[in-house]
């Protein structure tokens, strides 16, 4: 209730003009109410992609060899996504007004999976600082497919083939970079 009130002042009256007291009134709740929810205005914009990664690192498995994981991982947050369901950010960013406030928000999220993905390669893969180049990485070509996807407009099909081809090489280069122990039995 409160994500489609915010969306629909965005829409009205941009995204920089519209306060969260604003929001709470079209909601029919109180601003405190808002902030049980949601911590500030700009994370109504993330509320379907934050369920998804949720679930991210609970994806990655210590069953494959790791960067397959990461790439299977990946995919399976993304089957939730598809031409009918995009995230609103990414489809209707040039209405917002303001981009600082968004960017913001993407990068705590990004910054937080960073450290899921990097906890991970740390313990199955790399050492810390070649974890962390690989984490972000991953989630640099991964936003680029998702950026690619939402912009194909109607025609766009499911993320995971975005996915596919922007991490393949991503992940591939990163598997050659492993010690050939941990690349064929995960670190066993």
């Known amino acids: 209730m409160l994500q489609e009130a915010a969306f629909e002042l965005f829409l009205e009256q941009t995204y920089a003009r519209t306060t969260i007291d604003q929001i709470a009134q079209r909601a029919g709740v109180s601003r405190n109410t808002f902030f049980n929810y949601f911590s500030a205005k700009s994370d109504v914009f993330w509320v379907d992609l934050d369920e998804s990664l949720a679930l991210f690192g609970s994806h990655l498995s210590s069953a494959t060899a790791p960067m397959q994981s990461v790439m299977d991982a990946v995919l399976l947050v993304a089957r939730d996504f ?77 993320l995971a083939p975005y996915l596919q081809a922007a991490l393949g090489p991503v992940c591939a280069g990163w598997a050659s970079a492993l010690p050939p122990k941990v690349a064929i039995h995960n670190g066993t």
């Not at 740390?122 to 939402?150: E, H, I, N, P, Q």
């Open 82 to 158: 598809g031409p009918s369901r995009v995230p609103w950010a990414l489809t209707h960013h040039d209405l917002i007004g303001s981009v600082h406030e968004l960017q913001a928000s993407a990068m705590t999220r990004l910054a937080g999976q960073a450290r899921v993905l990097t906890g991970y390669l740390s313990l199955r893969a790399f050492d810390a600082s070649s974890a962390r180049a690989a984490s972000y990485s991953v989630l640099g070509a991964t936003v680029a497919a998702a950026l690619d996807w939402a912009n194909a407009g109607s025609s766009r099909g499911d």
